[in-house]
């Protein structure tokens, strides 16, 4: 399993940007790094996917080093709706080769006016 | 489009009662997991299928749990029997997945909320 490390809290204000780091170490070749957000009583819903160095999409970027062996999800301006809880994810799509799928235990990103 | 469908959205049951919960995966996903999401914690996969083959079952106790993908599509995951601990929130979710893969954007479902009394 690729064990990942996410800091459990973090709090921020309404337009600011917030970046919200994970730790995998024992990352493989075939994996993925995916970040979740979860609202209460739904399921996760992807925000954004990378291989390496730096994705963007019109909701967040995602930051790769070189080595893969942490990864920052990064939200500009947060408004109080992106109060959420935010899971990265490594591990390989298909069987045969890399990490399985495996979701951290979260960041619980808490937004104020 | 539809999203990920799951049914029943709540489950009320006594201890050492069967139950079993409802997927239909949107359309032509080929892969479909099964998580378990206890509160406070990540969704925990319990199996993957690919198409209509189980690739990753290694973490579903399969003394008690079982499930089926037929065709490739719907997924019917079973308890029994249930036991208190198997309170939860069961998700389904599904995605397709390219070979070679192009990375894997999975798709989840409300999830069913599981109460073991």
């Known amino acids: 399993l690729a064990k990942t490390t996410q800091p459990i809290s973090m709090d921020s204000y309404e337009g600011q940007e917030v970046n919200i780091t994970c730790s995998h170490n024992?990352?493989?070749?075939?994996?993925?790094i995916t970040w979740y957000q979860q609202f209460p009583s739904q399921g996760p819903r992807f925000i954004i996917q990378g291989y390496k160095t730096k994705v963007t999409n019109e909701v967040a970027s995602l930051f790769i080093p070189a080595d893969r062996k942490s990864s920052t999800l990064s939200l500009p301006r947060v408004s109080l709706s992106d109060t959420a809880v935010y899971y990265c994810l490594v591990g390989a799509s298909l069987t045969g080769g890399g990490n399985k799928l495996t979701f951290g235990t979260g960041t619980q990103l808490k937004v104020e006016l | 489009e539809a999203g990920v469908v799951q049914s029943p959205r709540y489950k009320i049951i006594e201890k050492k009662q069967p139950v079993a919960f409802w997927c239909n995966p949107i359309s032509g996903h080929n892969t479909l997991y099964w998580y378990l999401q206890n509160l406070g914690q990540g969704p925990e996969l319990l199996i993957r299928?690919?198409?209509?083959?189980?690739?990753?079952d290694s973490q579903l106790p399969k003394d008690r749990f079982s499930a089926e993908r037929l065709k490739g599509v719907d997924s019917t995951l079973k308890i029994q029997p249930a036991e208190l601990g198997d309170s939860a929130v069961y998700l389904c979710?599904?995605?397709?997945?390219?070979?070679?893969?192009?990375?894997?954007?999975?798709?989840f479902g409300p999830g069913t909320r599981l109460t073991v009394l």
């Open positions: 979710a599904s995605s397709f997945v390219a070979n070679p893969p192009q990375g894997n954007e999975q798709f």
């Open positions: 299928y690919e198409n209509e083959e189980a690739v990753d």
């Open positions: 024992n990352i493989a070749t075939n994996d993925y």
